[in-house]
């Protein structure tokens, strides 16, 4: 099966920094990769769709200049969060269209980053 | 609107017995529909899916699930529970006929006591 990274797993950053997530998928080409938030002990909330060579489109109340998502090549998102603050503190997972020799597009899910704001 | 029902924060079942996690759809035009499990601290690993064709789909670790178009239901099952399938399971149904932007339902954490 396909194989979504993402770096680093946990990250812990002062309030005011920035920081950048990135997911990548090992072994396909993702043209559509997904950025999702997860609070603790709630469900994924869709952030944007990352779609390669073109900019991200982001789900309303979502903030474009907040989260910046470049996705630069087939293999390979990243999610910069702007001027981090406590409230961002959550776990974020990605996900990437992958359409395997034989099989349909699927999704596949990495494991998920843990930033903290402190 | 799309959505995704999973009435259940928790369910608790003994080791052993069958287990059921519920959820319900709405979405207009044909769904697909997918249950994945997560671990602590970990990503979300695929159970199944149903796209087209039998109801009763089979998935990973023994799960299945079955379509219930005249419920608007694809409720999880399991007909003998582990405590290692103790872990925080998600519905999920795409709208848009393909497999782009799935919409999960909030959650239910499956609770096994040996």
């Known amino acids: 099966g396909a194989v979504v990274s993402q770096h680093p797993s946990r990250v812990i950053c002062k309030s005011g920094t920035s920081v950048k997530i990135e997911c990548r998928s090992l072994?396909?080409?993702?043209?559509?990769m997904f950025w999702y938030r997860q609070f603790p002990k709630k469900s994924l909330m869709l952030m944007a769709t990352?779609?390669?060579?073109?900019?991200?489109?982001?789900e309303q109340g979502v903030e474009k200049d907040k989260f910046l998502i470049n996705h630069a090549s087939l293999t390979l998102s990243t999610l910069t969060v702007t001027s981090a603050h406590p409230e961002d503190s959550s776990f974020y997972i990605c996900?990437?269209?992958?359409?395997?020799?034989?099989?349909?597009?699927?999704?596949?899910f990495g494991p998920g980053t843990r930033l903290t704001v402190t | 609107a799309q959505s995704v029902a999973q009435p259940e924060d928790q369910v608790n079942v003994a080791e052993g017995n069958p287990l059921t996690v519920k959820c319900t759809y709405s979405?207009?035009?044909?769904?697909?529909l997918f249950w994945y499990v997560q671990y602590p601290n970990r990503g979300l690993q695929f159970l199944l899916k149903?796209?087209?064709?039998?109801?009763l789909v089979k998935g990973s670790y023994g799960f299945e699930a079955e379509f219930n178009k005249s419920q608007t239901s694809f409720h999880l099952k399991k007909p003998s529970a582990l405590v290692s399938d103790s872990a925080l399971y998600f519905c999920?149904?795409?709208?848009?006929?393909?497999?782009?932007?799935?919409?999960f339902g909030a959650g239910t954490r499956l609770a096994v006591h040996p």
């Open positions: 996900s990437a269209n992958a359409e395997l020799a034989g099989g349909p597009v699927e999704q596949y």
């Open positions: 072994d396909f080409q993702a043209t559509t």
């Open positions: 990352s779609n390669e060579g073109s900019k991200a489109t982001y």
């Open positions: 979405v207009s035009g044909n769904p697909y």
């Open positions: 149903y796209i087209t064709g039998d109801n």
């Open positions: 999920a149904v795409s709208f848009s006929g393909g497999y782009n932007k799935l919409i």
